[in-house]
Antibody, heavy 120, light 107 residues
Framework: QLQLRESGPGLVKPSETLSLICTVS??????????WGWIRQPPGKGLEWIGS???????YCNPSLKSRVTISVDTSKNQFSLKVSSVTAADTAVYYC????????????WGQGTLVTVSS | EIVMTQSPATLSVSPGERATLSCRAS??????LAWYQQKPGQAPRLLID???TRATAIPARFSGSGSGTEFTLTISSLQFEDFAVYYC?????????FGQGTKLEIK
């Protein structure tokens, strides 16, 4: 059974960089059938797609965040990662990693999510 | 960016009754529309893709319909475990976008 798990600091100071890793188990990240994505959800609010990466390293990011977001993949560790720079309180959210179909961009497997709070 | 608008924001329905949730896209997304269910403290769960295809292990009481810009999720006979927040998502274009959600609550 495929599992995804987010890890990283739960507290980040304003203006610093948020860094998260998603570890995939039960399946290989190096598959042509899927992208690997990040989605976030501010407390009490809806879902926002941040971006997705292919095992080759090709990325697609939300234009609203693109200038601050870096997504990378480490196929040797079966992991992909997210960095969001210059964070503010508006970046406080539960961050999810998820598997996204390469043909149909549906998110069929999700991590449990990790809360990242931006505060001094 | 395609804007997804869900209505109503909150829907109050009694167990055993039918619930109908709507999702509208700001431009055509063909049938590239998914529905998710989210319970408190949990990640979203995929219910429907291709506007009308149930995902693995999703009960038959969940059905989706629509194409283009207008979509509907119907839950035919509500069970207590169905009370949750429901999101639609388009995957016709980048960026992927979600609706703001419909909270289905017990009446």
């Amino acid at each position: 059974q495929l599992q995804l798990r987010e890890s990283g600091p739960g507290l980040v100071k304003p203006s610093e960089t948020l860094s998260l890793i998603c570890t995939v188990s039960g399946g290989s990240i190096s598959t042509s059938s899927y992208y690997w994505g990040w989605i976030r959800q501010p407390p009490g609010k809806g879902l926002e797609w941040i971006g997705s990466i292919y095992y080759s390293g090709s990325t697609y990011c939300n234009p609203s965040l693109k200038s601050r977001v870096t997504i990378s993949v480490d196929t040797s560790k079966n992991q992909f990662s997210l960095k969001v720079s210059s964070v503010t309180a508006a970046d406080t959210a539960v961050y999810y990693c998820a598997r996204e179909g390469a043909v149909a961009g549906i998110f069929d497997y999700w991590g449990q999510g990790t809360l990242v709070t931006v505060s001094s | 960016e395609i804007v997804m608008t869900q209505s109503p924001a909150t829907l109050s329905v009694s167990p055993g009754e039918r619930a109908t949730l709507s999702c509208r896209a700001s431009q055509s997304v063909s049938s590239n529309l998914a529905w998710y269910q989210q319970k408190p403290g949990q990640a979203p769960r995929l219910l429907i893709d291709g506007a009308s295809t149930r995902a693995t292990a999703i009960p038959a009481r969940f059905s989706g319909s629509g194409s283009g810009t207008e979509f509907t999720l119907t839950i035919s006979s509500l069970q207590f475990e169905d009370f949750a927040v429901y999101y639609c998502q388009q995957y016709n274009n980048w960026p992927r976008t979600f609706g703001q959600g419909t909270k289905l609550e017990i009446k």
